[in-house]
Every structure is written in structure tokens, then in C-alpha cells.
């Protein structure tokens, strides 16, 4: 028995190592192309904004420190209850390239995101369109710049990166931040090799020639929000999509640092998941239910000490090639301190997922009536 979960074991070292050489190898040595910018295409930035208050003022001294030459603004304020729709209007008054949409709850569509997102389009003047939310805030003045520069005659859609603001000696902050590098890894490392699973709410970009083209969010208008889910999945394709790699074009979010928080994000991510094509979730779900495995079974063998020369020559020669490659990984996107919290994270991650993952099918109608 002991001799056929050794066997086991080395299959799914073999499979580990085709996911980081294959799978997220393009996007560990990744190398930044530097494009030159012939031609600033006019960008019609997005802004969604439901009960931001708290973040729009320093958001707003974001946006007003872009250095793109030819931009508008349109805000999307879909029936906040707070005071954002009078800061707003504020800084639309006073600001000429700023447009303010106000969505007021109907009972076709109450508090639709993409509902409202539509109507936004509809009012923006230019074929480009970049979109954000406040609690996602541009690291620089670059940032439109670096998104649109992505655009070309093929590529109509652009995803970026937010990644969340660092807090010390926050075990929880760290793990929230491993969370969201891992899982930027695999939308950039899929889109590279044949097709993005999803978009990035808080930093994406396509033409609106390719969103009338396929008549909008109409397919899934009634799940009123995750746009960047199940739109991105059903337009996107190699051809046509691009990642985006460059620091200056990643926007980066607050965190509250809480476990239920993360329990909560965990919770929807999954529900959303499973709204997914079936080969889209098993690209996503695959290489980590085979770490489940190749971690199970290594404890079994090892605790019997069974050939445990190999075992452990195995199990190291593994995490000196994940060592590697996340470090690499981690260096993209302004993480790399997070590699040696390795493999604690990476153990955490796998089995409280699992854990959630499952012990969610018991609460899913719970959280469905909460979210839709």
C-alpha cells in the first residue's frame, strides 16, 4: 500500500512541476516590454461607486493627478446611501472633464452593478474604457497611461493588478496578500496560455465596440453584480486579451485584516466560481486539489519513514523549485518579502480553502440571499 502512495506521491511532484515550469513559468520570468507610445488613445475612465465616502476623497486626488492627455471621468453612483453622491457632485461641478451618473433603485434592477456599469457606457464619449473603484487607489500618475498603452488593433481588453496595501506584523495581512498574488498568477498565467478565466473589478479595460458587440452583460444581467467574472470569461480570448505587468499600472486597496472578512471573500469567490464554465473551473481548482495530494501524501509516507530518503529528497527538491519559482512570482507584483513565509502560507492557503470551499455548500443558500 505504502509502495503504490509512493508512486502516488512522485505523479503528483511530476504534476507540481509541470504547473510552475508550463502553467506559471510565463508569468514568473515574465519580462516587461517597454512599448512606445506613438499615439494616446482618448480613455473614458469608469468609476463605480456604491457607499465610498470614506475612500473617495483621496481617490479623487488620484484621478486628478493623471498625467494622460486626453481622458474624461464618469462617475457611477448606484444608489449609495451615504454621502457620496454629494461629493461627487461636488467634484463634477468643479471638474469639466467629469460626468455623474446617478442610478436610482428601480424594481427591475435594485442595486444591479451591472445594470449600472451599462448605463455608464452608454454615456461615455470615447471607444476605450478603463474602470476602477475608489477603494482601489492608481500607485502613481501613470496609471492610465500604462493601461491604455496595452491597446492595439487586436487586443481590446487589458487586465491589471490591484494588489492589497501591506500591513506589518499581520499574519492574516500577509496571508490575504497571498491570496490575491496567487490568484492574479493564475488569471495572468491562463491568459497566456490560451484563455483569462476573469477580469479585475478595480482594474480592467476594453473597447465599448466589443461590449455592444456582445449585446453587454444581457446573458447574466439578473445576478446583479461580478462583472469582471462572467463578462471577461465570455469575451475574452487569447487574441484579444492582454495582461498587464508594468508597476506603474497597478492600483492597490485597503484591506480591514479580519478573518471574517477573508472568510466572506472566500465564501463568494467560490459561489462565483461555480457560475463558471466547467473547464474554467477546473483549470482554476486542478493543481490545487493536487497539492492537497502531494501534501497528504508526503505526511503519510513520512510518517511511516518509509523510503524516506526519497520522500524527503522528493518533497525538497519540490520546494526548492516552488522557492523559486513564487519567488520570481512575487517579485512581479511587489510581494517577493512574502516568499519566505513559504510553504506556511501555501498550506494555509490549500486546506482552509478546501475547508471553506466545502463546508460552503452547507450555507450557500444563505450567502446567495445576502449576495443576490
Known sequence: MLSLLLYCFIAFTVIELIYFFFINGNVAFHSPITKKVH?????SV?????????NLPLFLEKLTAQTYPEYEIVFINNASEDESLEILEDFVAANPRC????????????????YALTLGIKVAKYEHLLFSEPNALPENSL????????????KQIVIGYTEIANKKRSLINKFIRYQNVMKTANLYAWNNAGKPLYGNACNQAYTKSLFYKV??????????????????????TKKN?????HSDSFTVRQSNNT????????????????????????KIRFFTFNKILFYTSFTILISFLYQWEI??????????????FYGKTFKQFNTKELVWTLPLLEIIHIFMGTYYSFSHFISRQKVEKKYY
Open 39 to 43: 499615439e494616446y488613445l482618448p480613455v
Open 99 to 114: 460626468k455623474l451618473v446617478n442610478v436610482v433603485n428601480n424594481e427591475a434592477f435594485w442595486g444591479n452593478k451591472k
Open 259 to 282: 478573518l471574517s472578512e477573508w472568510k466572506q471573500e472566500m465564501k463568494l469567490q467560490d459561489l462565483l466560481l461555480k457560475r463558471l464554465s466547467l473547464l474554467s473551473q477546473l
Open 311 to 324: 520522500v524527503l529528497g522528493v518533497f525538497l527538491f519540490r520546494c526548492i523549485i516552488a522557492h523559486i
Open 215 to 236: 449585446n453587454g452583460f444581457i446573458s447574466y444581467m439578473k445576478i446583479p453584480f461580478s462583472d469582471e467574472y462572467y463578462f471577461i470569461n465570455q469575451i475574452g
Open 143 to 154: 496609471w492610465i497611461n500604462k493601461m491604455s498603452a496595452l491597446f492595439s488593433s487586436q
Open 241 to 245: 486579451t492582454t495582461v498587464n505587468f
Open 46 to 54: 469608469l468609476v463605480y461607486v456604491k457607499n465610498q465616502e470614506a
